[in-house]
Each structure stands twice: as structure tokens, then as C-alpha cells.
């Protein structure tokens, strides 16, 4: 190689890398391990409930009986209860968008599925709309700063949600947008719903009157615990840590029916700790 | 294409793993700072690895993950690209007032190419990758990286008087 190039390049390979870089690299692997799981599961878990309701259709019409029966059973009857209302997925220059909905049915509050369900549409339209406004402004830019467009690597939209609790009381599902660009950011919004009483619940309902007390105590403990192990670092209260969750903390109802509070990522500690979620006991 | 799944992502986490001091420094070189070239390498890892499944071919993981990486690197780079630091200003208004006649080191030069010309150079001779790899790295066919890495010595020719073999 040319004597000038292979200084060019000792002078390259002589940056130093930080100390972290190897922990960085294996809570981005964990990360992303994490992801990739959830993807696979929610795949999964959506092939099989459409092997049931194909499975079921075909019951109910072959037998009266077997209809009756089947909506005794309120895990059949619970496979009703959420679906994805709108797929969709755009690949062009601009953009590759991934979009899955999910809406309400069967729950028994009409009312309640009309409003739940058009909440989620307009938000997540909100959501895509400012999203693609986003990409179309970078695109023009970097076309603009004399970007080769053939070379301009499109903005990534994936919208998709979990569902994480369903039972004969509780529905709890959590709807999240990721953008990719600098750097992935999720907003996830979540939607939990007492089926009995056709309201959305609320901490209060599940811990009482001090449940800010509650959730507080139960997640500085988990963070003093968690922070034992050296690959987690939590910032301390006066750098900007744990300051006590906020009336809004976000929440869902894991598969026991326990509330888990979800903080966003850099929320607690820096990015690559991601975001953070605390399972809180309640008192029964 | 199941059945590959977890070889495949096996094998991106040997790559990434053996391989993160160079994705680290090729990050750095684009974004030039610590905590910024940290979160870009991360957040290409998760989304490799989150996407792993999509790749059919193990022998496209390793241009697969640069083009990640090389992507994150200059969207970080595009979205601060309003956020210049006073101490970058000063830096660069001193290297304005340089004598014209005097030859830049090539390693400054570099830095001076645009950002595809750039990552042509970098690619090749500091990462050792084949012309057909860059093309897959960057997204591009193989005509663009023979011109864009012809155009690039030149411009480095113009700056330092070095002479840089095509393809050494």
C-alpha cells in the first residue's frame, strides 16, 4: 500500500476506544436479542390465533351446540376481544413503514371500543403523519447539501403492539412506535381496560389512595437492587435519576395482572440501558 | 430459512463482537465524539440484530452490518450537523486561514471528501473491504463505487500531492 495511506490508516486505527465500549456492545446485544424475540412472538402468537379462528368459524358453523359452549370458555371467548384492524407496510426512497393496529371488540362497552379504538388511529395517524413529514424534510436536505439521492438511506416506522394481559377481568395492551434515524427512538402508548366496569384503570385502582407512596418505594428498591450488578448504571437522584414517577407514569398489567410502570429510555440512566420496567406487588 | 435463524444470529454476534473496536473507530470517525460514536455502534447492533431474521444469505451479514452501522453513522451525522460546537468553529476558521500552497496530511484530507467519498476511502483501504463488498455496503452498484472512489484520489491528489494507487 502507499507509505502515505498506511499512515493515514495507522493514524485511523491509533483513535482510542473507551473502557465501556465491550459493556456497550453486550447491553446492545441483549437489546437487541430482546427485540428480536418479540418479533418472533408476536409472529407466533398471531399465526396461532388465526389458526383458531379459522379452527373456530368452522365449529360454530358446523354445530349450534359447540357455540354455546365455546363462548363459555373465556379463553376462546377472550381470542374475540383484540385484533389488528389495519396492516400495512410502505417501501419507497423516502421511507420503509411497518404498521400494525390493534382495536377492541367484544368487550362489551361499545362505547368504550368506539373511543379506545379511535384514540389508537388517531394518534398512531398523528404519529406516521409527522413521521413521513419528518423523512420527506431530511430527504429534500440531504438532496439539497448535495446528498446523492440513490444514496440516501430511507427513514425506518414500525408500528406494532403487544398485547400483554387478557383475561376475564383485565385487557392491557401496549401500542409502540419506533422511528429509526440518529438513533432508534421508541414512544409507546398503553391502554389499560377493566372489562367489568368498561373504564381504563388507573394505579389508584390498584393500589389505593398512596399508590404514589407504593409504586415509589417498590421501584427504588428494584433500582438499589439492579444496580448491584456493575453492567447497569442508574443515575444517582441528583444527576437526574429516579425523582418519583409522575401522576402520567406509563403502565401495563403484565400476564399475572400485575401493574408494571414503564420508564422511558434515558429516563433513568443513560441510552444503553434502554428503557426500564418495574413489576409492582400489589397488597392481596 | 427457520432452520438458519439462529446460525445466522450467532454468527453476527461473533462478528460484532470480534469486530467492535473497527466498528467503534469507523463510527468515531464520522461522528467524532465519544458518547455519540458509542450510541451509534449500539443502536446498529440492536437494529441488526432485532432484524437478523431477515437475512437468508450468512456470507451478506458482514457487508449487511456495515451498511447498518455506516447508516446510523450519517443520519447522527446529518441530524447534528446544526449543532457545531464553539471549539469545531474555531478549529475550522484556523484551518481557513492556513497558506494555500501548503499540503494537507492525507488523513486530514480525507476527512475533507464528502461523506460517501469518504466512506469509499475509509472502506477500502481502512477496513480492507473488495469493491463488490462496498457496493453492498453502502447500497450501491459497483459502477458508482469505481467513480466515486476514482473522483475521491483525485480530490486527495489536489489537496496533498500524493499519488494513490486505484486499486493497490
Known amino acids: ?106 368487550t362489551g362497552h361499545t362505547e368504550l371500543e368506539q373511543k379506545v379504538n379511535q384514540e389508537i388511529s388517531t394518534r398512531i395517524q398523528s404519529v406516521i403523519d409527522a413521521a413521513e413529514t419528518r423523512a420527506r424534510e431530511a430527504r429534500e436536505a440531504y438532496v439539497a447539501t448535495g446528498g446523492d439521492p440513490e444514496t440516501y438511506m430511507p427513514v425506518i416506522i414500525d408500528v406494532d403492539y403487544e398485547v400483554k394481559c387478557q383475561n376475564d377481568q383485565y385487557l392491557s395492551f401496549v401500542v409502540t412506535e419506533t422511528e429509526v434515524r440518529a438513533s432508534a427512538y421508541t414512544e409507546f402508548y398503553t391502554y ?23 409504586v415509589n418505594a417498590q421501584v427504588a428498591e428494584q433500582i438499589a437492587q439492579r444496580a448491584q450488578d456493575p453492567e447497569n448504571t442508574y443515575w444517582t437522584t441528583e444527576q437526574g435519576g429516579f425523582q418519583g414517577i409522575r401522576e402520567d407514569q406509563p403502565f401495563y398489567l403484565n400476564g399475572e395482572g400485575l401493574p408494571v410502570v414503564v420508564f422511558e429510555k434515558y429516563e433513568l440512566g443513560p441510552g444503553s440501558m434502554g428503557s426500564q420496567e418495574f413489576v409492582i406487588q400489589t397488597e392481596q | 430459512m427457520r432452520q438458519n435463524a439462529p446460525d445466522n444470529r450467532q454468527l453476527l454476534v461473533e462478528h460484532i463482537v470480534n469486530g467492535q473496536t473497527e466498528f467503534y473507530r469507523l463510527a468515531m470517525s464520522y461522528v467524532k ?30 457487508t449487511w452490518f456495515y451498511r447498518i452501522l455506516i447508516n446510523e453513522a450519517m443520519n447522527h451525522f446529518r441530524r447534528n450537523r446544526n449543532l457545531v460546537s464553539l471549539e469545531e468553529v474555531m478549529a475550522d476558521r484556523a484551518e481557513e486561514g492556513r497558506d494555500p500552497g501548503e499540503r494537507l496530511d492525507l ?62
Not at chain 1, 367489568?196 to 407512596?213: A, S, V
Open chain 1, 192 to 214: 389499560n381496560i377493566d372489562l367489568e366496569t368498561g373504564k381504563e384503570i388507573t394505579l389508584r385502582d390498584l393500589l389505593g389512595p398512596n399508590w404514589m407512596e407504593t
Open chain 2, 107 to 168: 488523513y486530514d484530507a480525507i476527512e475533507r471528501l464528502s461523506l460517501p467519498e469518504q466512506t469509499v476511502i475509509k472502506l477500502r483501504y481502512f477496513e480492507d473491504l473488495k469493491l463488490e463488498e462496498i457496493a453492498q455496503a453502502t447500497g450501491t452498484n459497483l459502477n458508482t463505487v469505481k467513480s466515486r472512489l476514482y473522483k475521491a484520489i483525485r480530490r486527495l491528489k489536489d489537496m496533498t500531492g500524493e499519488e494513490i494507487d486505484y486499486a493497490p
Open chain 1, 1 to 106: 500500500m502507499h507509505p502515505e495511506m498506511e499512515r493515514a490508516k495507522a493514524r485511523y486505527q491509533a483513535q482510542e476506544t473507551p473502557e465501556e465500549l465491550s459493556l456497550a456492545v453486550r447491553a446492545a446485544i441483549r437489546e437487541g436479542d430482546r427485540l428480536r424475540k418479540r418479533r418472533r412472538t408476536v409472529r407466533r402468537s398471531l399465526a396461532t390465533a388465526l389458526a383458531s379462528c379459522a379452527c373456530f368459524v368452522l365449529l360454530v358453523n358446523g354445530s349450534p351446540s359447540f357455540a354455546q359452549a365455546v363462548y363459555d370458555v373465556p379463553v376462546l371467548g377472550g381470542l374475540a376481544r383484540i385484533f389488528t384492524v389495519t396492516e400495512y407496510a410502505v417501501n419507497d426512497r423516502e421511507h420503509i413503514i411497518d404498521v400494525r393496529l390493534p382495536a377492541l371488540e367484544n
Open chain 2, 33 to 62: 465524539n465519544r458518547d455519540a460514536a458509542l450510541d451509534v455502534v449500539q443502536e446498529a447492533i440492536v437494529k441488526a440484530l432485532s432484524k437478523v431474521d431477515t437475512v437468508r444469505e450468512p456470507a451478506y451479514l458482514k
